[in-house]
């Protein structure tokens, strides 16, 4: 696993265009696994394909090793599931996500839903199919929803 301090990168963190490299000269994407910590604390771990974040993001809390939000990434973009924990380590939040944009959101308590937040339609938009797959997930079923 690469420590993000040892690549160099383009672009801007903020608003997800950004793109990581193993050389100064910025002409050698990386690929793999990357830790970004800071005073002994692992702040996230994410895959990079090409530079860009593809895979899985997991993000800790300031101040526990305990999981505050897992995602699925695609070219840089929340792409696919995003399971959210409160400072306990319980679940509240499970959404399906599409180019950062969050069709669907449970909110939990004690594993029960108690809100639900749906902004998609499906014979409105052109979803891939994997995107739609996810939607029409039961709750259980994403709540369930394995990495």
């Given at each position: 696993?690469?420590?993000?301090?040892?690549?160099y990168s383009?672009?801007?963190?903020?608003?997800?265009?950004?793109k990581?490299?193993?050389?100064?000269?910025?002409?050698?994407?990386?690929?793999?696994?990357?830790?970004?910590?800071?005073?002994?604390?692992?702040?996230?771990?994410?895959?990079?394909?090409?530079?860009?974040?593809?895979?899985?993001?997991?993000?800790?809390?300031?101040?526990?090793?305990?999981?505050?939000?897992?995602?699925?990434?695609?070219?840089?973009?929340?792409?696919g599931?995003?399971?959210?924990y409160?400072?306990?380590?319980?679940?509240?939040?499970?959404?399906v996500?599409?180019?950062?944009?969050?069709?669907?959101?449970?909110?939990?308590?004690?594993?029960?839903?108690?809100?639900?937040?749906?902004?998609?339609?499906?014979?409105?938009?052109?979803?891939?199919?994997?995107?739609?797959?996810l939607?029409?997930l039961?709750?259980?079923?994403?709540?369930?929803?394995?990495?």
């Amino acid at each position: 696993m690469k420590q993000i301090d040892d690549l160099y990168s383009k672009g801007d963190v903020q608003s997800g265009d950004t793109k990581y490299f193993t050389d100064k000269e910025l002409s050698i994407p990386f690929t793999g696994m990357v830790s970004d910590a800071s005073n002994g604390h692992t702040n996230s771990i994410f895959e990079l394909k090409e530079g860009l974040k593809d895979g899985i993001e997991k993000v800790f809390h300031e101040d526990s090793d305990l999981l505050e939000q897992v995602s699925e990434y695609k070219k840089n973009l929340q792409f696919g599931v995003s399971k959210e924990y409160d400072e306990q380590g319980e679940l509240v939040h499970v959404s399906v996500v599409w180019n950062n944009k969050y069709l669907k959101t449970l909110t939990l308590s004690e594993q029960n839903v108690i809100e639900r937040d749906e902004d998609y339609d499906l014979s409105q938009e052109n979803y891939p199919e994997r995107i739609v797959q996810l939607l029409k997930l039961t709750d259980h079923e994403l709540i369930d929803y394995s990495f």
